[in-house]
C-alpha cells in the first residue's frame, strides 16, 4: 500500500522489514511456499524491530526445513499436519510423539474433516464428550484387527474392553488442541482459540508418599552389593527423576567442585529408545553433591573402570549408570529391577519416583527454606514442592493437632 512504509531495513539479503507509519508496527516480510505449493507472500507483525526481525528468521527458518505455512481454507487434519512439523523440530522427541498420538488417535478422527477457521466451540465441546463416551478398544483401533464376524468393537478374541478415558486422559486430549489452535492463532489462522471456551475439569492428581530416613535406609540397605547401589543412592539423596538418573553422564558430574549437572534425560518413544534433553530449562540445573553421594558414586566409578576393561563389547557412552555393556539403560529393565527390591525390603508400596519426593519432604522438615528446596528439586514452581510436602507431612500435622489441649470434653 502507498504510504505504509515509513522506514524499512533488508535482513540478510532475504525479505524485508518496515515499519508502518499509520500504527508504529514493525511488518516483517517474506516469500514462502503454503501448504498448497504457491510462492506467497506472508507479513507477520510485531512491536519492535528486533521481534519482527525473530518473526522473519523464524518464517525464513520454517520455509528452509520444508514446513509450509498453512492455508486459510485449510481443513483441521491439513493443519495439524503442518502444526506437528513444527512441534518435531521445536519440542523434545518424546513431547511430539505425544501430541502425535493425540492428533491421530483423537482430533483428525473427530475434527479433521472441518474447516480450520469455521471450528466452533460447540464441536470442540461435542469432541470431548466423544473422547470421554468412546472406549478405548475403538480409540486405539483394535476392532480394525477383529476378526470377521466379531462385532465392531472388540479387541481380536474378546469382547470389548469397556474402558473409557481417565480424566487425565482427556484433558490431555484437550491441551493438545489448544496449543494447536493458539499456534493457528498466532499465525492469524484463526480469529480466536475456540478450545479454550470449553473447560475440561482438572483431575485430582496422586502425589506419592514419601519415605521416612528409616525407610530409605532400609530399601538401599536392600540394594547393597548390587550394580545399581549407587543410582538408587543418588535418587535417595538428590531426588533425580528418573530419566535423569539414566542419562547422567560423568562428564556432568565435577568431584572436585562437588557438583553434578542435569542435562539430559533417557525415555522410550514410539517403541524406541531416546537420549535428550533435560525436561526443562528448569529441570536442566547445577546442584551440589553430597559428601555420600560423592563417596558412592567415586566407588561406583572405579567398580565401572574395572568392568569396563573386562567387557570386549563395551560401548562408551559415558553414562554413569549403563547397561552391562555401557549403552543407555532401557527404563523397563530398572523398573522390574526396582519392583524385586521393594518386595525385599518390605515396602511393596513405594515406586521409585518416591524417593525424589522423600529428598523434598525431608529437607523442608529439617527448616530448609522452600526457594532452596525447589531449587534443588528443580520443580519449575515453588508450589509444586509444598503441594508434595502438604501430601507427604500427615504425621507432622497430626502431631500439631494432637498437641493442642482440649480440656473438659
Same mark, same amino acid.
Not at 469397556?162 to 486430549?173: L, P
Not at 566407588?299 to 543407555?328: C, M, Y
Given at each position: 500500500?502507498?504510504?505504509?512504509?515509513?522506514?524499512?531495513?533488508?535482513?540478510?539479503?532475504?525479505?524485508?522489514?518496515?515499519?508502518?507509519?499509520?500504527?508504529?508496527?514493525?511488518?516483517?516480510?517474506?516469500?514462502?511456499?503454503?501448504?498448497?505449493? +504457491?510462492?506467497?507472500?506472508? $507479513?507477520?507483525? !510485531? @512491536?519492535?524491530?528486533?521481534?519482527?526481525? =525473530?518473526? %522473519?528468521?523464524?518464517?525464513? *527458518?520454517?520455509?528452509?526445513?520444508?514446513?509450509?505455512?498453512?492455508?486459510?481454507?485449510?481443513?483441521?487434519?491439513?493443519?495439524?499436519?503442518?502444526?506437528?512439523?513444527?512441534?518435531?523440530?521445536?519440542?523434545?522427541?518424546?513431547?511430539?510423539?505425544?501430541?502425535?498420538?493425540?492428533?491421530?488417535?483423537?482430533?483428525?478422527?473427530?475434527?479433521?474433516?472441518?474447516?480450520?477457521?469455521?471450528?466452533?466451540?460447540?464441536?470442540?465441546?461435542?469432541?470431548?464428550?466423544?473422547?470421554?463416551?468412546?472406549?478405548?478398544?475403538?480409540?486405539?483401533?483394535?476392532?480394525?484387527?477383529?476378526?470377521?464376524?466379531?462385532?465392531?468393537?472388540?479387541?481380536?478374541?474378546? +469382547?470389548?474392553?469397556?474402558? $473409557?478415558?481417565? !480424566? @487425565?486422559?482427556?484433558?490431555?486430549?484437550? =491441551?493438545? %488442541?489448544?496449543?494447536?489452535? *493458539?499456534?493457528?492463532?498466532?499465525?492469524?489462522?484463526?480469529?480466536?482459540?475456540?478450545?479454550?471456551?470449553?473447560?475440561?475439569?482438572?483431575?485430582?492428581?496422586?502425589?506419592?508418599?514419601?519415605?521416612?530416613?528409616?525407610?530409605?535406609?532400609?530399601?538401599?540397605?536392600?540394594?547393597?552389593?548390587?550394580?545399581?547401589?549407587?543410582?538408587?543412592?543418588?535418587?535417595?539423596?538428590?531426588?533425580?527423576?528418573?530419566?535423569?538418573?539414566?542419562?547422567?553422564?560423568?562428564?556432568?558430574?565435577?568431584?572436585?567442585?562437588?557438583?553434578?549437572?542435569?542435562?539430559?534425560?533417557?525415555?522410550?518413544?514410539?517403541?524406541?529408545?531416546?537420549?535428550?534433553?533435560?525436561?526443562?530449562?528448569?529441570?536442566?540445573?547445577?546442584?551440589?553433591?553430597?559428601?555420600?553421594?560423592?563417596?558412592?558414586?567415586?566407588?561406583?566409578?572405579?567398580?565401572?573402570?574395572?568392568?569396563?576393561?573386562?567387557?570386549?563389547?563395551?560401548?562408551?557412552?559415558?553414562?554413569?549408570?549403563?547397561?552391562?555393556?555401557?549403552?543407555?539403560?532401557?527404563?523397563?529393565?530398572?523398573?522390574?529391577?526396582?519392583?524385586?527390591?521393594?518386595?525385599?525390603?518390605?515396602?511393596?508400596?513405594?515406586?521409585?519416583?518416591?524417593?525424589?519426593?522423600?529428598?523434598?519432604?525431608?529437607?523442608?522438615?529439617?527448616?530448609?527454606?522452600?526457594?532452596?528446596?525447589?531449587?534443588?528439586?528443580?520443580?519449575?514452581?515453588?508450589?509444586?514442592?509444598?503441594?508434595?510436602?502438604?501430601?507427604?507431612?500427615?504425621?507432622?500435622?497430626?502431631?500439631?493437632?494432637?498437641?493442642?489441649?482440649?480440656?473438659?470434653?
Amino acid at each position: 500500500m502507498a504510504g505504509e512504509r515509513k522506514k524499512g531495513r533488508k535482513v540478510n539479503g532475504e525479505g524485508s522489514i518496515f515499519q508502518r507509519s499509520s500504527d508504529g508496527l514493525w511488518v516483517a516480510s517474506a516469500y514462502v511456499y503454503t501448504a498448497s505449493g +504457491r510462492l506467497e507472500r506472508k $507479513r507477520k507483525y !510485531a @512491536r519492535s524491530f528486533d521481534d519482527a526481525r =525473530a518473526e %522473519l528468521v523464524r518464517l525464513q *527458518s520454517n520455509n528452509d526445513q520444508g514446513i509450509p505455512i498453512p492455508d486459510k481454507s485449510m481443513s483441521v487434519a491439513e493443519y495439524m499436519e503442518h502444526w506437528l512439523a513444527i512441534v518435531k523440530v521445536e519440542r523434545r522427541l518424546t513431547t511430539y510423539h505425544g501430541y502425535e498420538s493425540v492428533v491421530r488417535l483423537h482430533i483428525v478422527p473427530s475434527l479433521g474433516t472441518k474447516r480450520l477457521d469455521r471450528l466452533t466451540g460447540a464441536d470442540v465441546r461435542h469432541f470431548i464428550s466423544t473422547v470421554r463416551a468412546k472406549c478405548l478398544c475403538c480409540t486405539n483401533g483394535r476392532h480394525a484387527r477383529r476378526k470377521p464376524k466379531q462385532p465392531a468393537c472388540c479387541r481380536p478374541g474378546l +469382547r470389548c474392553c469397556e474402558r $473409557r478415558a481417565t !480424566a @487425565r486422559q482427556v484433558q490431555y486430549v484437550h =491441551a493438545v %488442541l489448544r496449543n494447536a489452535l *493458539s499456534n493457528a492463532e498466532r499465525e492469524e489462522l484463526v480469529m480466536r482459540n475456540v478450545a479454550k471456551l470449553v473447560k475440561v475439569p482438572t483431575p485430582k492428581y496422586k502425589v506419592g508418599k514419601g519415605l521416612t530416613v528409616a525407610q530409605a535406609k532400609r530399601l538401599l540397605d536392600a540394594a547393597k552389593g548390587t550394580r545399581w547401589y549407587a543410582l538408587y543412592v543418588t535418587a535417595a539423596t538428590l531426588g533425580l527423576r528418573h530419566g535423569e538418573l539414566l542419562g547422567l553422564r560423568w562428564q556432568d558430574i565435577d568431584f572436585e567442585r562437588a557438583t553434578l549437572t542435569v542435562a539430559q534425560t533417557v525415555a522410550r518413544a514410539a517403541g524406541q529408545l531416546y537420549v535428550g534433553p533435560a525436561k526443562s530449562d528448569a529441570s536442566e540445573a547445577t546442584i551440589p553433591l553430597p559428601k555420600v553421594t560423592r563417596r558412592v558414586l567415586e566407588e561406583h566409578r572405579r567398580r565401572q573402570d574395572a568392568n569396563r576393561a573386562k567387557t570386549a563389547r563395551w560401548e562408551d557412552h559415558d553414562l554413569v549408570f549403563p547397561s552391562t555393556i555401557g549403552k543407555p539403560l532401557e527404563p523397563r529393565n530398572l523398573n522390574r529391577h526396582f519392583d524385586g527390591l521393594r518386595v525385599t525390603a518390605g515396602l511393596p508400596d513405594v515406586r521409585l519416583h518416591d524417593l525424589r519426593h522423600t529428598v523434598v519432604s525431608l529437607l523442608l522438615d529439617l527448616g530448609t527454606p522452600p526457594h532452596v528446596v525447589q531449587a534443588i528439586a528443580r520443580h519449575a514452581h515453588v508450589d509444586i514442592t509444598m503441594a508434595i510436602y502438604a501430601h507427604t507431612n500427615l504425621d507432622a500435622m497430626r502431631q500439631a493437632l494432637d498437641a493442642i489441649e482440649w480440656k473438659d470434653l
